[in-house]
């Protein structure tokens, strides 16, 4: 403890840590102040730290003076550092108790504090999202973001094991991929730019050279949507890999997903409890179902559809009710897909193209590419779509571009759904919608 530089900087233990080996020996925890009640003559400081809570208790015959009535005087949430002696405890909520022997405030909470961390007084999401940095103190809502953080360490570890490179694309880019309607515009030095919508130009370019490829990063749409599912800035989960098809890139999907949920069971446990949530591992593979097979349900189902259309929000809730797993939704129809997604070798109105779907919820979509220049430039051109914006990525069709898939799973959706959360902004730090852009 005396070794210690800054007395009032380290912890010496996290609370989980206090046990019975510490019996007697002087401790310093660190945290914020959640709770504090006086009997008689004695404080009880309840402090929270990252992985618990700890009781502190100040008894006013064996304190000095000045720290008492520090302790006393200590608003909730305050910063602080208490030291004193490990010692057993009455208390059902904590294994042992630390009797006080100093308290530093390092910083006083200001009450009223907007919203009330431990959760005894509920917010709503806007307060909570005006105050992010003090909602994510309670831990239920920290419980999010640890999952979250595992999520996306298993989907690493599981790309990384199968070969494929971690790659970091532009975010200021000159053209869009996904349609031109949906970009930010910004100005770039004098000339006009746009934040990328996705990576897929650019990951399809990368596995002429590194093979296989994936990105995990935060994408732009302009969209005024006002859904539960949809955000302004959201991370794109993205991959492409050479020689490989659409079936090849969807079991790689499978596995991401049925890594990260083991994952999630295997060390979140204490997070899960939290969020009431029982999170089952899927079983591969998913179920399939074609876009056409899909329509045929849909009119079963008494809804009007012609083959062709979009399927509606409400189409997707009435297929997602019979269907509450991940299913994929396989060959669209080319007119809804965007010009890089190859078309079927039977019938070129249907491409070889897949969304990942849990319940009525898309997760993912991607599918096999156009690899070959002539059919690309067809495409593009059948869209209306300037072929000179395009000609970087068009050049790289002329070096050796293997055949290639890949997909685009939502980081943020796939938490939303593994958690049964009902809205994305949930899942989010610092969600950016329509009308949201603080903090
Ligand atoms: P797509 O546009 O379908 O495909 O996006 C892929 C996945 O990203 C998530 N997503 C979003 N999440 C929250 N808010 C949004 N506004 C939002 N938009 C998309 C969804 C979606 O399934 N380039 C292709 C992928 C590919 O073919 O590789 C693409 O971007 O979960």
Redesign the pocket.
């Known amino acids: 403890l005396s070794n210690s530089k800054s007395n009032n900087v380290h912890r010496t233990h996290y609370s989980s840590q206090l046990d019975k080996s510490l019996l007697g020996k002087k401790v310093r925890v660190a945290g914020w102040v959640e709770d504090s009640r006086v009997v008689g003559g004695i404080i009880f400081l309840t402090i929270r730290d990252p992985r618990g809570i700890s009781q502190i208790v100040y008894r006013r015959q064996d304190t000095q003076q000045h720290i008492f009535d520090r302790a006393l005087k200590v608003p909730r949430q305050s910063a602080v550092v208490a030291e004193g002696i490990v010692s057993e405890t009455r208390s059902k909520d904590t294994k042992m108790e630390v009797k006080g022997e100093d308290l530093m405030i390092l910083n006083e909470a200001i009450h009223p504090l907007p919203l009330d961390p431990t959760g005894r007084v509920s917010s709503s999401i806007d307060v909570r999202l005006d105050a992010r940095a003090l909602d994510l103190r309670s831990p239920g809502v920290a419980a999010i973001f640890t999952v979250r953080h595992h999520v996306a360490q298993s989907i690493r570890r599981t790309f990384s094991e199968n070969g494929f490179v971690e790659v970091s694309t532009p975010r200021l880019i000159k053209a869009g991929?996904?349609g031109g309607a949906t970009l930010f515009s910004l100005d770039y030095f004098g000339n006009p730019a746009f934040l990328a919508?996705?990576p897929?130009l650019y990951k399809e370019q990368l596995t002429l050279a590194l093979d296989r490829v994936f990105e995990i990063s935060t994408f732009f749409?302009a969209?005024k949507?006002a859904t539960r599912?949809?955000?302004?800035e959201?991370v794109?989960v993205?991959m492409?890999a050479a020689f490989m098809d659409e079936d090849d890139v969807m079991r790689i999907c499978e596995d991401i997903i049925v890594e990260a949920y083991r994952t999630v069971t295997e060390n979140c446990g204490e997070q899960l409890l939290l969020l009431n949530v029982d999170v089952k591992v899927p079983e591969k593979p998913f179920a399939k179902m074609t876009y056409a097979d899909a329509v045929e349900s849909l009119r079963k189902s008494g809804l009007t559809v012609n083959l062709g259309d979009d399927l509606t929000d409400a189409m997707l809730g009435t297929l997602g009710r019979s269907r509450p797993d991940f299913f994929w939704l396989t060959e669209w129809p080319t007119v809804l897909k965007?010009f890089y997604i190859e078309v079927t070798q039977n019938d070129p109105d249907y491409t070889r193209s897949f969304?990942l779907m849990k319940g009525p919820l898309?997760?993912?979509?991607?599918?096999m590419r156009v690899s070959i220049k002539e059919k690309l430039q067809q495409r593009l051109s059948k869209l209306g779509l300037d072929l000179n914006s395009f000609k970087h990525h068009l050049s790289a069709f002329d070096w050796g571009m293997p055949p290639h898939s890949?997909?685009?799973?939502?980081l943020?959706?796939l938490v939303m759904t593994m958690l049964d959360v009902r809205n994305?902004k949930e899942c989010v730090l610092y969600p950016r919608d329509q009308f949201r852009l603080v903090p």
Do not use: M, T, V
């Open positions: 991929a996904e919508q996705s897929q749409r969209e949507s599912r949809h955000l302004n959201f794109s993205d492409e965007p969304d898309e997760l993912a979509s991607g599918g890949g997909w685009g799973l939502g943020d959706r994305i």
